[in-house]
């Protein structure tokens, strides 16, 4: 499993083939990798910026392999929620390369804020997937340890998560752990419907004034729930980034070479005391908002079905294949590896244990407190005074 | 663990508490897969497939298709090892509905205790009242017995929130109370209703917790009399109205929903609105009080179009395909449209997007109620194609099986009223769309041909519109067009084509 850092070797790198100059499709977004499959060799950004990656066989192979398990586990997710396993999931279908290149661009050292939707990230930071099941099932709070992993817990509440972020990067400058390789960045995670909050606005602000070592990370899925793009902004999101003083930039979210360049420079940036910036990753969540919700009634089949011709995974197959990277047996050993991990994410989660009632006193403060020893006493008490109680 | 596991209804959504089955995609005896779809459910938010949590072989299928479910009750059966030989008839294998299948129409034994329509009270569904969210089922729900008490769980505790005068319900074992108990008090006055205030009809005083339980008991508030503050109608007043059926109606509202009418005493049907009622419902209301529609009729003589159907049915390569009339008046709309594209638009607030593509939809009258699909870029389409589509459109519907994206993006609806015997009718536009078109029914009428009074076939069309964007000369222009088409098909494509 390519859990490793793809940019970081240096070992065996292939040049882009059949490159070409020129952006393609939309002049304002940057793409490495064609809906095709076809490789441009580098993008200029508006500040000259160019960008770039050379990644060796088995990197671009690892890439793959990633997209794919990522999808993968996402369904199967989706599938025990249909079964009744899981209380609720918000599906990532669609934007697996926003995520994976953005989650591969980390280095060990950088901090991420997800929003609850980050199953691609979480999983490229080498967390076990099926801690967000648990969450979703009810029977923990999403139990990894954000210090641990270098991603924090998952946040609901709608753009909570930059103001974290925010106040966590400034941190990072204070403690003197920017300027330098080994720099510590941040990656604030969010959508396009938290442009529109409050927090978000704040959270830019404070980046600005305070030049903290932080990247906001769009991902632009075209809609809040069902409100479509249209009514959350009258002009493209990375130039929002203009006004509070700090480069925006839009790449191509289906795009996971690009996102990954993008961030990758966005994160080398922040790491080196320049600052923060904004980039907004242009995707489509091609299934429901969340489990509970039904797009059919607000977006119409057609454009589902454009969407669907920019699969990332797709794109990223056509291009091994036509460069001969990987072969028919790579393609099946990857699948095969995808059914055997989404049959153990299910049997593990089917044998998740419910929780000890008394347990929901254990996590409100860190050391306790006698109210709660208190009212957990009487809580023990109460469960005891039923027959055949373990307690 | 028994080889035969039964799968539960899921909650679906968030807080749902039933699902209508739609279609079942596997029947009893198939070998299915883990995490194939199995069967496709309807809830009040969306229609969705159910993937299988076992791979194995379909043992029983315990509802049919169109029935409502309880969210919590067992829907199909499966063995999850079918290559192990025959099942035993042991009760554990048996493929009968277990007996959590039947719990749902128990009445869980705490009901009583707290009134129907209080928060921490019985709900519809089986769930308790919550102020937000979703609360734990309280029908199948079995208290743990406490240390050192004797089982109890036939004794009612009054709750202290059972306040006033109303009788305590019966003890609430599970025959339900005679139908023949009348109840005590509905008062059905003759007289117009007056109200506590001396007022005669005028809005009806009752503070939101008593029409909810108003509601869950079935009565109507505007036959009481209120005997509270101001002559509003107090919760004691809606128990004695509707005394004799509260410990009925749980079971009643439990019991699956017959097709039948089946009306109660007071010789009335309550029926939930739900599923594409709900939709058409909210759909049709939207759309009539945001749209400003006008309707134009236009009565035309059709003859020679019908004659000219004949001859098409007569070539040899029509044979096998099925020409209807509504064919001809699908092509009439879509040449219509190309010389008059501003039809096919939608009204967007300070916009309105004209469509060069003609997603025609065809409202069509199906069991799950009224659906309207559409047929995708029609206007790109041949004869032929339209032809054949319209048939695969019918047949999709008729089959229960049309999707959710076959019904959205529609532009501009066909609506065939003349299947059912009438001649025309003043339909609401679809949201979203400006133009919405009735095809009565033709039949042979006295009509003035050639000077002389002949009996000739004859139709009625009703052009809906959306006064926003179209004004009455575009509307009669259009109408015009289509009519023009249908009373002589061939000369109006060789003038327009």
Same mark, same amino acid.
């Given at each position: 499993?390519?859990?490793?850092?793809?940019?970081?070797?240096?070992?065996?790198? &292939?040049?882009?083939?059949?490159?070409?100059?020129?952006?393609?499709?939309?002049?304002?977004?940057?793409?490495?990798?064609?809906?095709?499959?076809?490789?441009?060799?580098?993008?200029?950004?508006?500040?000259?910026?160019?960008?770039?990656?050379?990644?060796?066989?088995?990197?671009?192979?690892? #890439?793959?392999?990633?997209?794919? #398990?990522?999808?993968?586990?996402?369904?199967?997710?989706?599938?025990?929620?249909r079964q009744g396993?899981?209380?609720?999931?918000?599906?990532?279908?669609?934007?697996?390369? !926003?995520?994976?290149?953005?989650?591969?661009?980390?280095?060990?050292?950088?901090?991420?804020?997800?929003?609850?939707?980050?199953?691609?990230?979480?999983?490229?930071?080498?967390?076990?997937?099926?801690?967000?099941?648990?969450?979703?099932?009810?029977?923990?709070? @999403?139990?990894?340890?954000?210090?641990?992993?270098?991603?924090?817990?998952?946040? /609901?509440? $709608?753009?909570?998560?930059?103001?974290?972020?925010?106040?966590?990067?400034?941190?990072?400058?204070? *403690?003197?752990?920017?300027?330098?390789?080994?720099?510590?960045?941040?990656?604030?995670?969010?959508?396009?419907?938290?442009?529109?909050? @409050?927090?978000?606005?704040?959270?830019?602000?404070? =980046?600005?004034?305070?030049?903290?070592?932080?990247?906001?990370?769009?991902?632009?899925?075209?809609?809040? /729930?069902?409100?479509?793009?249209?009514?959350?902004?009258?002009?493209?999101?990375?130039?929002? =980034?203009?006004?509070?003083?700090?480069?925006? +930039?839009?790449?191509? %979210?289906?795009?996971?070479?690009?996102?990954?360049?993008?961030?990758?420079?966005?994160?080398?940036?922040?790491?080196?005391?320049? @600052?923060?910036?904004? $980039?907004? !990753?242009?995707?489509?969540?091609?299934?429901?908002?969340?489990t509970s919700?039904d797009?059919t009634r607000?977006? $119409?089949?057609?454009?589902?079905?454009?969407?669907?011709?920019?699969?990332? +995974?797709?794109?990223?197959?056509?291009?091994?294949?036509?460069?001969?990277?990987?072969?028919?047996?790579?393609? !099946?050993?990857?699948?095969?590896?995808?059914?055997?991990? !989404?049959? *153990?994410?299910?049997?593990?989660?089917?044998?998740?244990?419910?929780?000890?009632?008394?347990?929901?006193?254990?996590?409100?403060?860190?050391?306790?407190?006698?109210?709660?020893?208190?009212?957990?006493?009487?809580?023990?008490?109460?469960?005891?005074?039923?027959?055949?109680?373990?307690? | 663990?028994?080889? $035969?596991?039964?799968f539960n209804l899921p909650d679906l959504g968030e807080g749902l508490t039933e699902g209508e089955i739609l279609a079942w995609l596997v029947?009893?005896?198939?070998?299915?897969?883990?995490?194939?779809p199995i069967v496709e459910v309807e809830t009040a938010k969306a229609a969705v497939e159910i993937p299988?949590?076992?791979?194995?072989?379909?043992?029983?299928i315990f509802h049919p298709e169109g029935t409502t479910v309880e969210v919590g009750t067992p829907i199909i059966? /499966? *063995?999850?090892?079918? %290559? =192990?030989?025959?099942?035993?008839?042991?009760?554990?294998?048996?493929?009968?509905p277990?007996?959590?299948a039947?719990?749902a129409v128990?009445?869980?034994?705490?009901?009583?205790?707290?009134?129907?329509?209080?928060?921490?009270?019985?709900?519809p569904g089986g769930r308790?009242?919550? #102020?937000?969210?979703?609360?734990? &089922?309280?029908?199948?729900?079995?208290?743990?017995?406490?240390?050192?008490?004797?089982?109890?769980?036939?004794?009612?505790?009054?709750?202290?929130?059972?306040?006033?005068?109303?009788?305590?319900?019966?003890?609430?074992?599970?025959?339900?109370?005679?139908?023949?108990?009348?109840?005590?008090?509905?008062?059905?006055?003759?007289?117009?209703?007056?109200?506590?205030?001396?007022?005669?009809?005028?809005?009806?005083?009752?503070?939101?917790?008593?029409?909810?339980?108003?509601?869950?008991?079935?009565?109507?508030?505007?036959?009481?009399?209120?005997?509270?503050?101001?002559?509003?109608?107090?919760?004691?007043?809606?128990?004695?109205?509707?005394?004799?059926?509260?410990?009925?109606?749980?079971?009643?509202a439990a019991a699956p929903a017959s097709s039948a009418?089946s009306?109660?005493?007071?010789?009335?049907?309550r029926i939930p609105v739900k599923g594409v009622r709900k939709l058409t419902a909210e759909n049709?209301?939207?759309?009539?009080?945001?749209?400003?529609?006008?309707?134009?009729?236009?009565?035309?003589?059709?003859?020679?179009?019908?004659?000219?159907?004949?001859?098409?049915?007569?070539?040899?390569?029509?044979?096998?395909?099925?020409?209807?009339?509504?064919?001809?008046?699908?092509?009439?709309?879509?040449?219509?449209?190309?010389?008059?594209?501003?039809?096919?638009?939608?009204?967007?607030?300070?916009?309105?997007?004209?469509?060069?593509?003609?997603?025609?939809? /065809?409202?069509a009258a199906t069991e799950r109620g009224l659906i309207?699909?559409?047929?995708?870029? =029609?206007?790109?389409?041949?004869?032929?194609?339209?032809?054949?589509?319209?048939?695969?459109?019918?047949?999709t519907a008729k089959a229960g099986k049309t999707s959710p994206?076959?019904m959205?993006?529609?532009?501009?609806?066909?609506?065939?009223?003349?299947?059912?015997?009438?001649?025309? %009718?003043?339909?609401?536009?679809?949201?979203?769309?400006?133009?919405?078109?009735?095809?009565?029914?033709?039949?042979?009428?006295?009509?003035?041909?050639?000077?002389?009074?002949?009996?000739?076939?004859?139709?009625?069309?009703?052009?809906?519109?959306?006064?926003?964007? +179209?004004?009455?000369?575009?509307?009669?222009?259009?109408?015009?067009?289509? %009519?023009?088409?249908?009373? *002589?098909?061939?000369?109006?494509?060789?003038?327009?084509?």
């Open positions: 499993m390519a859990k490793g850092d793809p940019g970081a070797s240096t070992r065996g790198r &292939r040049a882009a083939p059949r490159s070409r100059k020129a952006v393609t499709g939309d002049p304002e977004l940057v793409q490495l990798l064609t809906p095709a499959g076809e490789r441009i060799e580098s993008v200029t950004g508006p500040d000259g910026t160019v960008y770039r990656v050379d990644f060796t066989d088995e990197e671009y192979r690892g #890439l793959y392999r990633d997209l794919v #398990l990522v999808r993968k586990l996402d369904a199967e997710a989706t599938a025990l929620q396993e899981l209380g609720l999931w918000a599906s990532l279908l669609g934007q697996e390369a !926003a995520q994976v290149g953005s989650g591969r661009a980390l280095r060990a050292q950088d901090m991420a804020f997800p929003t609850y939707r980050e199953h691609g990230v979480l999983y490229c930071r080498g967390i076990d997937p099926i801690m967000p099941l648990g969450l979703f099932r009810g029977v923990d709070q @999403g139990g990894w340890d954000p210090n641990e992993f270098k991603f924090n817990m998952y946040t /609901i509440v $709608i753009g909570a998560q930059t103001l974290h972020a925010t106040g966590y990067a400034m941190g990072v400058t204070m *403690d003197g752990k920017t300027g330098g390789e080994d720099g510590e960045a941040v990656i604030a995670y969010f959508g396009d419907g938290a442009t529109s909050q @409050g927090d978000v606005n704040e959270a830019f602000v404070w =980046a600005s004034v305070f030049n903290a070592p932080l990247v906001f990370f769009c991902q632009n899925n075209q809609y809040a /729930i069902s409100e479509p793009l249209e009514r959350q902004t009258r002009v493209p999101l990375y130039r929002r =980034a203009a006004g509070f003083g700090f480069p925006g +930039i839009r790449v191509d %979210g289906n795009d996971v070479l690009a996102t990954y360049a993008v961030t990758r420079h966005a994160l080398d940036n922040a790491r080196h005391g320049q @600052g923060p910036s904004l $980039i907004e !990753a242009y995707t489509y969540r091609m299934g429901a908002h969340t919700d797009p607000y977006r $119409i089949a057609s454009e589902v079905e454009a969407w669907q011709a920019k699969d990332p +995974i797709a794109r990223v197959k056509a291009f091994l294949e036509r460069e001969k990277i990987a072969d028919a047996g790579f393609f !099946a050993e990857v699948d095969e590896q995808a059914r055997r991990e !989404a049959v *153990d994410l299910r049997e593990r989660v089917l044998e998740m244990p419910n929780p000890e009632p008394v347990t929901m006193f254990d996590h409100v403060y860190p050391n306790g407190s006698p109210l709660l020893d208190q009212q957990r006493a009487q809580f023990s008490r109460y469960l005891e005074s039923f027959e055949g109680s373990a307690h | 663990m028994s080889r $035969i596991k039964e029947k009893v005896g198939d070998t299915i897969e883990l995490n194939q299988a949590k076992w791979a194995g072989q379909v043992q029983a059966a /499966i *063995d999850t090892d079918p %290559g =192990a030989g025959p099942i035993e008839k042991s009760a554990a294998n048996l493929p009968t277990s007996a959590a039947l719990a128990e009445v869980a034994p705490a009901e009583g205790m707290v009134e129907p329509g209080l928060i921490g009270g019985p709900a308790t009242a919550v #102020l937000v969210g979703y609360g734990p &089922r309280t029908t199948a729900a079995k208290r743990r017995p406490r240390k050192n008490s004797a089982p109890a769980q036939t004794t009612v505790i009054p709750a202290p929130t059972h306040a006033g005068p109303a009788p305590a319900p019966a003890a609430p074992t599970a025959a339900p109370a005679a139908p023949t108990a009348v109840p005590a008090a509905p008062v059905v006055p003759a007289a117009p209703v007056v109200n506590g205030n001396g007022r005669v009809g005028g809005p009806v005083l009752a503070k939101p917790p008593v029409r909810k339980l108003a509601k869950d008991l079935g009565v109507d508030l505007r036959t009481l009399t209120g005997s509270g503050p101001l002559g509003s109608i107090t919760r004691e007043d809606v128990h004695r109205a509707g005394s004799a059926p509260t410990v009925a109606e749980p079971l009643a009418a009306f109660g005493a007071d010789r009335e049907q049709m209301s939207r759309s009539a009080f945001t749209a400003p529609h006008v309707t134009e009729f236009l009565t035309v003589d059709v003859t020679r179009a019908m004659k000219a159907l004949d001859r098409l049915r007569g070539r040899r390569e029509w044979r096998d395909v099925r020409v209807s009339p509504l064919l001809l008046v699908a092509k009439a709309v879509l040449l219509a449209v190309k010389r008059h594209p501003m039809v096919n638009s939608t009204w967007a607030g300070d916009e309105i997007v004209v469509k060069e593509y003609v997603n025609l939809g /065809i409202a309207v699909p559409n047929i995708k870029d =029609a206007g790109q389409l041949t004869l032929r194609e339209l032809a054949d589509a319209l048939t695969g459109l019918v047949q994206a076959d959205s993006g529609g532009t501009l609806t066909i609506t065939n009223v003349g299947v059912f015997g009438v001649d025309t %009718g003043t339909p609401i536009l679809p949201p979203g769309e400006s133009a919405i078109l009735a095809f009565g029914a033709v039949r042979e009428q006295p009509w003035v041909h050639k000077g002389k009074v002949k009996p000739r076939l004859v139709t009625t069309l009703a052009l809906s519109f959306d006064h926003r964007i +179209i004004d009455g000369e575009l509307g009669s222009k259009f109408l015009r067009d289509v %009519g023009d088409f249908l009373t *002589d098909p061939e000369a109006a494509l060789l003038a327009w084509t």
